[in-house]
């Protein structure tokens, strides 16, 4: 493969980069790579997403409050029924 610098980076973007980079723990140039080729639209066709990283991430508080929004959701409205 061959190698390519980029310059002028702002200090948001390799933030990001380093951060993802750490989060996914792989390397700042896979990293790199893989977001230019999507970008570029180069991805593998029909690739899904991967969202671990967001697995597991809530606070027990969080996943209470959520728990709590979705009990509307099997309540059965028995006048709409009849």
């Known amino acids: 493969m ?5 310059r002028d980076l702002s200090p948001a973007v390799e933030a990001h980069l380093r951060e993802r980079a750490r989060i996914e723990g792989r390397s700042l ?14 991805g593998q ?12 991430t809530w606070t027990a508080e969080e996943a209470a409050a959520f ?3 979705q009990d509307q959701f ?9």
């Open 29 to 42: 140039s896979k990293v790199a790579s893989e977001l230019l080729a999507e970008a570029l639209g180069l």
């Open 67 to 69: 728990a709590a929004t």
């Open 2 to 6: 061959s190698q390519v610098s980029i």
């Open 74 to 82: 099997s309540a059965i409205d028995g006048e709409v029924w009849k």
């Open 45 to 56: 066709a029909g690739k899904k997403r991967d969202l671990s990283r967001f697995a597991a």
